[in-house]
């Protein structure tokens, strides 16, 4: 059974208690009037559904009852880290290579960053 690791309950639990609430990250326009219709059904509609890493929104619905965000692989459904709604999306490079970051020399060690498109 997938178990997943609640930030607030900071207990893993098994995924019945959790459901997915879909993409993280989504923001409302603040002039939601003057949104073009097809602009508005995109933001309604439309999500990035990627093949391997996303950021998905996350509630532990038989638990404490929050929403919180988790990176998650959609192929090998692992999921790489939660965290706090209103938390900052965290570095992807860093979860993927967390030995090659070091606080001495980051910028250094750390890989080049993949192209917008590129997984
Ligand atoms: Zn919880």
């Given at each position: 059974?997938?178990?997943?690791?609640?930030?607030?309950?900071?207990?893993e639990r098994p995924e019945l208690e959790f459901r997915n609430a879909g993409e993280a990250h989504l923001v409302r326009s603040p002039a939601i009037s003057e949104q073009s219709d097809e602009d508005f059904a995109a933001f309604l509609y439309f999500r990035q559904n990627p093949k391997g890493l996303q950021f998905e929104r996350w509630r532990h619905i038989h638990g404490c009852g929050r929403f919180f965000n988790a990176v998650r692989d959609s192929v090998s459904d692992k999921f790489l880290t939660v965290y706090k709604a209103g938390e900052p999306r965290p570095d992807v490079e860093t979860l993927l290579n967390p030995e090659t970051v070091s606080d001495a020399e980051p910028a250094k060690k750390r890989a080049p960053r993949a192209k917008k498109g590129e997984l």
């Open positions: 059974m997938l178990l997943i690791k609640c930030p607030y309950c900071e207990e």
